[in-house]
Nanobody, 122 residues
């Protein structure tokens, strides 16, 4: 069974930085897309950034100048470097994986982690 576990969230002051990590497990041989989404209470989950296995990235316009996504395919991990954080970045950040190959079987659906809370406040 595929599992995603996020880490790295916490409290940071405005202008600060955080690096989120997400580890995928479950006899995985490859993952087509990995990415990050975020959600605040009463608001739909929104895209932060995604990255294909070959390195193609997609960012939300409001975050592309401050956030950087990267991944380690060998370790089945994805990272999100967040710089110059603002109070409006406060949210639960979720890791996402799409197109997982496990035990030579391709699963085309979405997998989600449980989320990690990022709070930007002075």
């Amino acid at each position: 069974q595929v599992q995603l576990v996020e880490s790295g969230g916490g409290l940071v002051q405005p202008g600060g930085s955080l690096r989120l990590s997400c580890a995928a497990s479950g006899n995985i041989s490859s993952i087509s897309f990995m990415g990050w989404y975020r959600q605040t209470p009463g608001v739909e989950r929104e895209l932060v950034a995604t990255m294909s296995r070959t390195g193609t990235t997609n960012y939300a316009d409001s975050m592309k100048d401050r956030f950087t996504i990267s991944r380690d395919n060998a370790k089945n991990m994805v990272y999100l470097q967040m710089n110059n954080l603002k109070p409006e970045d406060t949210a639960v950040y979720y890791c996402n994986a799409v197109g997982v190959t496990s035990m030579k079987i391709f699963y085309g659906g979405d997998y989600w982690g449980k989320g990690t809370l990022v709070t930007v406040s002075s």
